[in-house]
C-alpha cells in the first residue's frame, strides 16, 4: 500500500489539517467555521466533513456577508450547508451599517470589505464564539507567513504579532480567558496549487465563477473587475465582453478576474501551476493599499 | 510527491535571506509581483541591490528595524518534493523562535560565513538543532566567492565543525560549500568550485531520505476525539464509535491487539477510517479513527498502544527546557500547565539540576533559575501520570508544552529524557 510508508504531500496536508480541526472540536466550547463559498473554505468543509465522519460536523458555520456577492457563490453556499446539514450564521455588513455600527465608504473605490471587520466582531460577541475556522493560507501574504495555526486574538480581537504563542510540535495551546477567542487556521501549509490540487483530487464541486466564462468587465488597476450595481464605474473605464475566471472569491467590489480559457479543473491546475503572479496581488485590491495593508487590517481583527 | 520540512537559522549577516531568496528564485517560487514589490521597496529605501530579505521579513517591524523577528513560513516545490521552511531569526535573543521553527523539522540548515569560520552562533544553532532532535543537518559554508573559492577555507570549517558535532548527536550531516548571492552550489553544481563532488544544496533537500526518520515500531495512539454520531434514525450508526487521533508511532492495522492506557485493558483493532474511508494500515503523521472490537471506556488524552511495548505512564519525569517567558522565571516550586499529546496536566518544577550555556555546552549547576531563551535541565512532578516515551525515541511522545496558568502564554518546550 505504502511503500516505505511515505505519505503524499496532499495526505499529510490533510492529516494534519484534520488532527487540528479535531483538537478544536475537543478543546472549545463554541467553535464555528467562517465559510465564504470560495475554495478554500470549501476545503475547510470537506475536512470538517471528513474529521468527524460519520457524525455531522459538530459547529456551526458563519458567512460575513458584505451583501456584495457574486449570485453564484450565495447559491452554492446554501446548498452545501443544506447537504451536510450544518447551521448556517450569516452576520451581515448591510445590518452593521442599518444599525450605526459602522459608515459606508464613498467615492469611486468604496469597498465593504474593511467594514466586515467590524460585522465579524461583533458576530463574535453576539454568539460567544470561542474559536473561528479560517481558511487563511500562510503562503498568500506575508503578514500571514508569520501566524500560527492557533492564532490567538485578545478581548478587542487584535493580533499581536510581535507576542505571539510559540507553536511546536502538534502542541496547540488553546486556553483563553472570557471574551479572548482564537483564530484557527488548518490550511496554514497549504498553498494555491495545493487547494487545486486537493479539490481535483477529492472531486470537490466549487462555485462555476472558478471557470472561465464570457463576463462584462472593466479594467481598473489592472485589474478586471466585474460590471456590478456596487461599484461606481468611470468614464474612462468601458465595459467590454472577457473570457474570464476567478481565482479568489471575495467581494464583488475588490476581487478581480483574470483572463483565461480553463474551463476544466486540470485547465485550471495547469494554468495556477504556471502563473508567475500571487492571487491576491493579481486578483485583489484590498491588498495594495501598502506594504502593510494586510498586517494592519489583522490587527484590527480581519481575518 | 512528499513534504521536506526544513528549518534554517542566521542572520541577514549570514546571508541567510539571500540564501532563501537564491532557493525561491533559482527554482522560480517567487512571483513576478512579489520580486517587484521587494525592488521598489529596495530602492525607496535607497538600496543599490534588490535586497532578497525583504522577501522574507513580513512584519512592519522587522522591515524598519531589518531583522527577523519571528518564525516565517515559507512553501516550494520542485517536481520532486514540496518543501516548507521554518525561516528563523538566528540571534541569541531569539533562541525560543528557532527552538519553535526546529521542532517540526526534517532537517536543519546552519549558515557559515566561510571568512569568519565557525563562530558561537553557528555552534549554538548546531546544539539546538540536535536538542531538538532534527534527524539531518547542512552546514552551508557560505561566501565561497569571498574566499576565492578555496578548498581549503571549506575542509578547515568542516574538520572544527565535525569536531563539535562529535560533542552533539547530530545524525546525519552533510558539507555543502556555497555562495548564496551568486548561486553556487544552491540549486546548481558550480563550476567554480570543480575540487567539490557533492550534491548542491536543493539536491540534497530534494533527495535526502526521510521516511525512516519517523518511528514505525513503538505503536503509540493518543486518543484525541471520541466520534459518536448520536444519530437515532440511523441503525448502522448507533453503535459507532469510533477513537480518533493522529499515529504518533508504529504502524496499525486492522485485527492487531491493542492495549488502552490508563485502564490496560486489550483488545483488537476492528477497522482503521481515514477522512472517512476504511484504509488497511495506518502511521505517523495520519489522522485516523479506530474501530475496536470490545467496548471499552476511552476518552481523549488516553493512550493505544501494543501489549508487550508500553509507553512510561509517568508522573516524574526529567526533562530538558527551553523556557520561553520575559514575564517569569523557571525555579524550583515554580508551578505550571503541561500539554502534552492529547493529555493536559498541571505540574511543578521539583528540581533544576543545571542550566546549560547554549554556546559553549558548559553545564552550571548553582544555576538557581532560568530565564527567557535559556536553557537547562529540569525534573517536573505531574498532577496525572502522562503516556510519554524520550524524546530521543519519540519526538511526539515525548515533547511538550509549558503555558502559564494565570496568563495563559506557552512559555517553555519540554523534551523528556527520562520518565519514571
Redesign the interface.
Given at each position: 500500500m505504502h511503500p516505505d510508508y511515505q505519505m503524499s504531500q496532499l495526505d499529510v496536508l490533510e492529516s494534519e489539517a484534520i488532527h487540528v480541526m479535531r483538537e478544536v472540536a475537543a478543546e472549545f466550547e463554541r467553535p464555528v467555521l467562517l465559510f465564504s463559498g470560495g475554495k478554500d473554505s470549501i476545503v475547510m468543509l470537506a475536512l470538517a466533513e471528513r474529521a468527524f465522519w460519520p457524525a455531522r460536523i459538530p459547529f456551526p458555520v458563519m458567512h460575513v456577508d458584505t451583501g456584495h456577492n457574486f449570485p453564484e457563490v450565495i447559491e452554492f453556499r446554501d446548498r452545501r450547508v443544506a447537504e451536510l446539514g450544518v447551521r448556517l450564521v450569516v452576520a451581515s455588513v448591510q445590518a452593521s451599517i442599518d444599525a450605526g455600527r459602522v459608515v459606508e465608504e464613498t467615492g469611486r473605490h468604496a469597498s465593504r470589505n474593511r467594514l466586515q471587520t467590524v460585522t465579524l466582531l461583533d458576530a463574535i460577541e453576539e454568539h460567544r464564539f470561542d474559536a473561528l475556522f479560517g481558511g487563511a493560507r500562510r503562503d498568500e501574504e506575508k503578514a500571514r507567513a508569520k501566524e500560527r495555526v492557533f492564532s490567538f486574538r485578545d478581548e478587542f480581537g487584535q493580533w499581536d504579532p510581535k507576542n505571539q504563542r510559540p507553536e511546536l510540535w502538534n502542541l496547540y495551546n488553546t486556553r483563553l480567558h472570557r471574551g479572548e477567542h482564537i483564530r484557527v487556521f488548518p490550511l496554514s501549509n497549504w498553498t494555491e496549487l495545493d487547494i487545486w490540487s486537493y479539490l481535483e483530487r477529492e472531486s470537490l464541486e466549487i462555485p462555476v465563477i472558478y471557470f472561465a466564462h464570457q463576463r462584462q468587465v472593466f479594467e481598473r488597476d489592472g485589474l478586471l473587475l466585474a460590471d456590478n450595481p456596487y461599484v461606481p464605474r468611470g468614464e474612462d473605464e468601458p465595459l467590454f465582453d472577457a473570457l474570464v475566471r476567478y481565482r479568489t472569491v471575495g467581494d464583488m467590489t475588490c476581487t478581480g478576474a483574470v483572463s483565461s480559457t480553463a474551463a476544466t479543473m486540470a485547465e485550471v491546475i495547469t494554468e495556477v501551476a504556471a502563473t508567475r503572479i500571487t492571487e491576491r496581488g493579481q486578483t485583489r485590491a484590498d491588498d495594495r493599499t501598502s506594504e502593510a495593508a494586510m498586517e494592519d487590517r489583522k490587527r484590527e481583527g480581519y481575518f | 510527491?512528499?513534504?521536506l520540512r526544513f528549518a534554517t537559522a542566521g542572520s541577514v549577516d549570514d546571508g541567510k535571506s539571500t540564501l532563501i531568496g537564491r532557493l525561491l528564485y533559482d527554482s522560480k517560487s517567487i512571483?513576478?509581483?512579489?520580486l517587484e514589490?521587494v525592488e521598489r521597496?529596495s530602492r525607496d529605501r535607497g538600496e543599490d541591490y534588490t535586497n532578497l530579505a525583504l522577501?522574507?521579513?513580513?512584519?512592519?517591524?522587522e522591515?524598519e528595524q531589518g531583522i527577523t523577528?519571528?518564525?516565517?513560513?515559507?512553501?516550494f516545490?520542485t517536481p520532486r518534493r514540496?518543501f516548507?521552511i521554518a525561516d528563523t531569526p538566528g540571534h541569541i535573543q531569539y533562541t525560543?523562535?528557532m527552538?519553535?521553527g526546529a521542532?517540526?523539522a526534517d532537517l536543519a540548515v546552519v549558515l557559515v560565513d566561510a571568512r569568519n569560520g565557525l563562530t558561537e552562533q553557528s555552534r549554538r544553532h548546531a546544539f539546538l538543532a540536535t536538542l531538538l532532535r532534527v534527524p539531518h543537518m547542512v552546514l552551508a559554508v557560505n561566501k565561497m566567492d569571498l574566499v576565492d573559492y578555496d578548498v581549503e577555507v571549506f575542509e578547515r570549517i568542516c574538520a572544527e565543525f565535525s569536531a563539535f558535532a562529535a560533542r552533539l548527536q547530530v545524525g546525519d550531516l552533510t558539507f555543502v560549500p556555497v555562495s548564496a548571492l551568486h548561486g553556487d552550489n544552491v540549486v546548481a553544481r558550480s563550476a567554480n568550485m570543480p575540487w567539490y563532488d557533492g550534491p548542491s544544496l536543493l539536491h540534497h533537500l530534494e533527495r535526502v531520505h526521510i521516511?525512516?526518520d519517523?518511528n514505525?515500531i513503538d505503536v503509540r495512539f493518543p486518543v484525541?476525539?471520541v466520534?459518536?454520531?448520536?444519530?437515532a434514525t440511523d441503525a448502522a450508526?448507533h453503535d459507532?464509535r469510533g477513537y480518533?487521533?493522529?499515529v504518533a508511532g508504529g504502524?496499525l492495522r486492522p485485527g492487531d491487539e491493542v492495549l488502552h492506557l490508563p485502564s490496560g485493558f486489550s483488545t483488537t483493532i476492528r477497522a482503521i477510517?481515514?477522512?472517512?474511508t476504511a484504509?488497511?494500515?495506518a502511521?505517523a503523521?495520519?489522522?485516523v479513527t479506530l474501530l475496536l472490537n470490545d467496548d471499552v471506556d476511552i476518552s481523549?488524552g488516553d493512550m493505544i498502544c501494543r501489549p508487550n511495548n508500553r509507553p512510561a505512564a509517568a508522573q516524574d519525569i526529567e526533562a530538558m527546557v527551553c523556557w520561553?517567558s520575559s514575564e517569569r522565571v523557571l525555579a524550583p516550586r515554580t508551578r505550571l500547565?503541561v500539554?502534552?499529546?492529547?493529555r493536559t496536566v498541571k505540574a511543578i518544577v521539583t528540581d533544576l539540576h543545571y542550566r546549560i550555556d547554549v554556546n559553549t555546552l558548559h553545564r552550571d549547576e548553582s544555576a538557581a533559575q532560568l530565564g527567557l531563551n535559556e536553557i537547562g535541565r529540569v525534573r517536573l512532578r505531574l498532577t496525572q501520570p502522562i503516556f510519554c516515551d524520550p524524546y530521543a525515541r519519540n519526538?511526539?511522545t515525548g515533547?511538550?508544552?509549558l503555558?502559564d496558568e494565570t496568563t495563559?502564554?506557552?512559555i517553555g518546550?519540554a523534551m523528556i529524557t527520562e520518565a519514571g
Open positions: - | 510527491m512528499d513534504i512571483f513576478a509581483d512579489q514589490a521597496t522577501l522574507t521579513d513580513g512584519l512592519r517591524a522591515r523577528i519571528d518564525v516565517a513560513y515559507r512553501y516545490a514540496k516548507i525560543r523562535n527552538v519553535t521542532s517540526t521516511a525512516s519517523r514505525l484525541q476525539y466520534i459518536r454520531p448520536h444519530a450508526l459507532y480518533a487521533g493522529q504502524v477510517e481515514a477522512a472517512g484504509v488497511p494500515e502511521f503523521p495520519m489522522s481523549r520561553m500547565v500539554k502534552h499529546t492529547t519526538r511526539a515533547g511538550l508544552i503555558i495563559n502564554a506557552t518546550a
